[in-house]
Structures are given as C-alpha cells and as structure tokens.
C-alpha cells in the first residue's frame, strides 16, 4: 500500500521511528569546534575534564557504537574509567560521511559527502573510500578538494595520525585536506605518534583508529569483536595513563554496528523495473528511478519493503532534516528518489557495490545501534 505523505510523517513520530541526529545539540559534527577553540567552553552536554587544559587529543574509533561498548563494559578498564556520554552521528551512519562531519563541523547537507557511494553529475557512482568509479581512480576527474571544498577543523592545520596507507588518498584530501599527516603503520606506534605530537607542544591532535569497524564487517559481532574492542581499550587506558598534565583525551567514534550476517536481500524485481541505478549502502539504499517512475518506484518499494525498511522519498528525507537543517545544491543532486533504510538486522544488495570479503557486520542506517555513539573524556 501506498502511504500519503502526511500518513508517512505521522508514522515517522511514532516509536518505531528513525533515531534521527540532534544537529544542534549533542552530536558528533558539534565536537571539533570546541576543542580547537576554547575546550572550557565545550557545551553542557560534554563530560567533565577539558577544564584548565592546554592540549587536546581527539581520537576517532571507527565502528564502536554506544551500544557495543556499553554491552561489553564488563571486559573494559580504559573506556570504563572515562568520564562518558552517549551523543548521535550523522545521516546516514557511514565513514565517509560521518568522518567529514566531524572534521567539517558541517551537517551532511552541507559538506557534500553524502553517503559511501555517491550518484554524481556524469551519471556514474562515487565509491568515496576508494574514489573511484567504474571508470577507475577518479582524483584527478573528480578532485577531491572540489567535491568537498570546506575547511577541516575550523581552518587549523593540526597533526594527524592516522594509518600510513591513508596518505593522499582521495577520501584524506576530501575530509582531512590541508593538514599536518603523521602516518602511523602498527597500532603499536599510535600511542607513540600522538604523544610525540604531545611533546612538541601540539595544542590539538587528531587521530584516527580503523580496526574495530574492519573487524566487525568481517567477523560481527561475536569473539572477534570483543577480542578487538579490549584491545583498543587498552590502547586507550595506556594513552590515558600517559598524558601529559593539562592534556586531555577526548574519544567518540563515527557510528555503531548491526550483525547482519546472511539476512541479505535483493530489492523486488518490481521494484528493480523502475530502477535506473543504485547508490548509497546497503543499509541505507539510494535508488535512482527510471525516468517518469519516481511515484511507482516509491509505491513498490513501500509495498514490498516497509516490513524490514523505512521507506522514504528524497523529499521526505530533506524536510525532516535528516541531513541537517539545510541540502545545498550539490548535494541534493547525489541523492536517489527513494531510500531503503533498514530498520530490521537487513542488507539490501547492489551487484555494483562488492570488497573483498561477504560484510558481516554493518551500518547506514538510522537505528539506535548505529546513531548512538559514545563521547568519552580523560583527562591528565
């Protein structure tokens, strides 16, 4: 059945409804500001500790939701001896977009990166993490200063540690552009690197771990993921115990996880008829509509998949302000005509969208255990 707009909306208040971010209040793309400009002047909603100091470390952990974290406090000593709250990320729950809100300070509608695949003017598909198309490496057609022109971390130049392989890649240039790069090649030497940073005098670092959202992609959410989330902890419990007086180390992460596993679906082939292409992830599907299809393809999609997905037209999605107050041009032009956005413990498949390994774990949608992520402070 097809649901009136006004119907749709009335829907979405109801509990069952999206976990949509706060782009005014306690959210990941309102982190950076304060801790670049004045720490003691962080918001209400921050934890305690970033009062009377000089030097702040924020580390970025990719794929350590709220929810996992809290689920495992039993096996932690590090994150469980910060001072935590528990804020949103951004629409849709990804890196790519997640990331550049965080250094940005912007709302997804307003950076551009818009999602992991992104539709873009030539009518191809923007694999951002790669920046690639079909056509292969795209830094040169599509410049990655271009594709995301605002600055990172309100103009400042700070250092960033982050894994070596990470340098100049098309996604770095897009959301970390114009930064200070300090690789890092072992997790080992990470602790190392940002101290060093430390040492000479750095008022602001910036570091980035990626081993619990790859773990979790390949493994779930079982042993393998409790095995990675206690070694980062003590990660953190090292780094913590080793800051200098009047530092601060600040933690929170770009989105959670879901365990999917096998549960991975093909959109109906009546669906797929009014299909022209698809973009986006597999938990926050884009579908591009044929051309004059766009109230039949919403029609199917809701008739087929409102039992595992929320299902909403691109109009829908920008007045409820899923992407923040406001979608600028270039932006609005990358999104489909009708999202799947899984509320279920589903993927939608795309033949186009593939790795190198089945994804077991995932995120882009907009439950709780993706949008919930912690915010996490010790100070030295």
């Given at each position: 059945?097809?649901?009136?707009?006004?119907?749709?909306?009335?829907?979405?208040?109801?509990?069952?409804?999206?976990?949509?971010?706060?782009?005014?209040?306690?959210?990941?793309?309102?982190v950076v500001r304060?801790?670049?400009?004045?720490?003691?002047?962080?918001?209400?909603w921050?934890?305690?500790?970033?009062?009377?100091?000089d030097?702040?470390?924020?580390?970025?952990?990719?794929?350590l939701?709220?929810?996992?974290?809290?689920?495992?406090?039993?096996?932690?000593?590090g994150?469980?001896?910060?001072?935590?709250?528990?804020?949103?990320?951004?629409?849709?729950?990804?890196?790519?977009?997640?990331?550049?809100?965080?250094?940005?300070?912007?709302?997804?509608?307003?950076h551009?990166?818009?999602?992991?695949?992104?539709?873009?003017?030539?009518?191809?598909?923007?694999?951002?993490?790669?920046?690639?198309?079909?056509?292969?490496?795209?830094?040169?057609?599509?410049?990655?200063?271009?594709?995301?022109?605002?600055?990172?971390?309100?103009?400042?130049?700070?250092?960033?540690?982050?894994?070596?392989?990470?340098?100049?890649s098309?996604?770095?240039?897009?959301?970390?552009?114009?930064?200070?790069?300090?690789?890092?090649?072992?997790?080992?030497?990470?602790?190392?690197?940002i101290?060093?940073?430390?040492?000479?005098?750095e008022?602001?670092?910036?570091?980035?771990?990626?081993?619990?959202?790859?773990?979790a992609?390949?493994?779930?959410?079982?042993?393998?993921?409790?095995?990675?989330?206690?070694?980062?902890?003590?990660?953190?419990?090292?780094?913590?115990?080793?800051?200098?007086?009047?530092?601060?180390?600040?933690?929170?992460?770009?989105?959670?996880?879901?365990h999917?596993?096998?549960?991975?679906?093909?959109?109906?082939?009546?669906?797929?008829?009014?299909?022209?292409?698809?973009?986006?992830?597999?938990?926050?599907?884009?579908?591009?509509?044929?051309?004059?299809?766009?109230?039949?393809?919403?029609?199917?999609?809701?008739?087929?998949?409102?039992?595992?997905?929320?299902?909403?037209?691109?109009?829908?999605?920008?007045?409820?302000?899923?992407?923040?107050?406001?979608?600028?041009?270039?932006?609005?032009?990358?999104?489909?005509?009708?999202?799947?956005?899984?509320?279920?413990?589903?993927?939608?498949?795309d033949?186009?969208?593939?790795?190198?390994?089945?994804?077991?774990?995932r995120?882009?949608?907009?439950?709780?255990?993706?949008?919930?992520?912690p915010?996490?402070?010790?100070?030295?």
């Amino acid at each position: 059945m097809c649901l009136a707009p006004t119907l749709w909306i009335a829907l979405l208040s109801m509990s069952d409804a999206p976990s949509l971010p706060d782009y005014e209040g306690p959210c990941t793309v309102n982190v950076v500001r304060p801790l670049v400009e004045d720490p003691a002047e962080a918001p209400s909603w921050f934890p305690v500790g970033l009062e009377g100091v000089d030097q702040v470390v924020l580390l970025v952990l990719d794929g350590l939701g709220w929810h996992q974290m809290q689920e495992r406090l039993s096996l932690l000593r590090g994150f469980s001896a910060m001072d935590a709250s528990c804020i949103r990320t951004v629409a849709p729950t990804t890196t790519a977009t997640a990331l550049t809100s965080i250094t940005t300070g912007l709302p997804p509608g307003e950076h551009g990166i818009i999602g992991y695949r992104m539709h873009t003017e030539s009518n191809d598909i923007l694999n951002v993490l790669r920046w690639c198309t079909s056509k292969g490496d795209a830094r040169e057609t599509m410049r990655p200063e271009s594709i995301q022109p605002n600055l990172a971390f309100e103009g400042h130049r700070p250092p960033m540690v982050v894994r070596a392989e990470f340098k100049d890649s098309g996604f770095t240039r897009a959301h970390l552009g114009g930064c200070r790069m300090v690789p890092y090649r072992m997790p080992s030497t990470l602790n190392a690197e940002i101290l060093r940073q430390l040492g000479n005098g750095e008022p602001f670092v910036y570091a980035y771990y990626d081993g619990i959202d790859k773990v979790a992609h390949e493994y779930g959410l079982g042993n393998f993921y409790d095995s990675e989330v206690v070694f980062v902890d003590r990660i953190v419990e090292y780094l913590a115990d080793a800051l200098p007086p009047r530092s601060a180390l600040v933690v929170t992460a770009d989105h959670g996880q879901v365990h999917v596993g096998e549960n991975v679906l093909s959109p109906h082939p009546e669906v797929l008829s009014h299909v022209a292409s698809q973009s986006g992830e597999a938990r926050f599907r884009w579908l591009h509509a044929r051309e004059g299809c766009e109230v039949a393809l919403l029609e199917a999609a809701r008739r087929h998949h409102e039992d595992v997905a929320w299902v909403v037209s691109r109009d829908e999605v920008v007045d409820g302000g899923w992407f923040g107050p406001k979608v600028l041009p270039a932006a609005l032009q990358r999104l489909g005509d009708v999202a799947l956005v899984t509320h279920a413990d589903v993927a939608f498949e795309d033949a186009a969208d593939t790795g190198p390994f089945v994804l077991v774990g995932r995120h882009g949608s907009m439950t709780p255990a993706e949008v919930d992520v912690p915010l996490l402070v010790a100070k030295g």
